[in-house]
């Protein structure tokens, strides 16, 4: 995982999402402030802009940090705060991430794991010939070990997920993508490539 910025939200939010959210809350008696009684019930007017949030984040996923086609169905939306813990939050678009399904799936309701957009540079490092993701030493012990909560409730350190960052790294070595795909596709690899000083 590599720091997100935040990008504004399209201007058709406010009539798609926001408002008839909020309405369908008030209509319903549900305080924005406090868990809806049952999140499966809201209607999912995020839905109608998630286009826009994949064109916002350039397709790539806000947690395992990889590239994904849209025609491929593998985009959702991930409300950091997740549905079931406050209402308020669930038809605002700062509260979306970009995420593939695998790790929206991991994820869940759960909020124990870093949010990419406050992290700061190189709280995650990479070995790049194995693709494995570890904390920065050099993080306060708080945050390491928030970082380690972050890497075991995304799997991220999966074999599958390994592997897939190694190849990626191996196919710049053999020069067989350039370093402006590898920065589209795989921004952590690249990210590591360029600290370790491998561009």
Known sequence: MIPVTPKPEPENFDRLVRKPGNKWLVDHGVSPDQ??????????????????????YDGVCAYLCIYFEWVIGAHSTDHFIAKSREAGQVYEWSNYRLSCMSMNRNKNHFDDILDPFQINPY??????????????PELSAEIYEKAEKTILRLKLNDIENQ?????????????????????????FVWYEVNRQGLL
Not at 167 to 182: D, G, K, P
């Open 35 to 56: 868990p809806p009684p049952d999140p499966s019930m809201l209607p999912t007017y995020w839905r109608q802009t998630q286009k826009e949030l994949w064109e916002s």
């Open 123 to 136: 709280t995650f490092l990479l070995n790049l010939a194995s693709g494995l993701i570890y904390p920065n």
């Open 163 to 187: 592997e897939m960052r190694a190849w990626h790294f191996t196919l710049y070595q053999m020069n067989e993508i350039s370093v402006s795909y590898l920065k589209r596709t795989s921004p």
